[in-house]
């Protein structure tokens, strides 16, 4: 529902400010559309005494560098970046080439990286 969705600039500070309105109505998870927003809502919810991920799980999204370095280590989504590269310039080469290529679009399998942002809800 949009009563759980919230609008933010792609920044830690949007993130915090995004997360801190999703915290006040008792959420238990946020999932972030990038790892600086989700960073954000890691502040958050410090800031608001709760422990991640034991009272809220938070997930970012891209898996940038230096995921694995933070307390704690943030539980993202990992774009295969080689695979949509690679299909990229294979297309543009094609295209130079004057093959016909079709247009529409690629889908890429993203994968869940876990790691200590994400925990089970607390039983109530």
């Known amino acids: 529902p949009d009563e759980y969705v919230e609008r933010a600039m792609f920044s830690l500070e949007g993130g915090q400010a995004a997360a801190a309105r999703l915290l006040e109505r008792g959420v238990t998870g946020i999932i972030c559309a990038s790892d600086p927003l989700a960073l954000g809502a890691v502040r958050a919810a410090r800031r608001r005494g709760l422990h991640v991920p034991h009272d809220v799980s938070v997930i970012g999204y891209d898996d940038s560098a230096f995921m694995t370095c933070t307390e704690p280590p943030l539980t993202t989504v ?47």
């Open 78 to 124: 990992r774009q295969p970046i080689e695979a949509m590269g690679r299909a990229a310039v294979d297309l543009l080469c094609a295209q130079i080439q004057g093959t016909e290529v079709p247009h529409g679009e690629l889908l890429f399998e993203p994968e869940l990286v876990v790691r200590g942002s994400t925990a089970q809800p607390s039983a109530a």
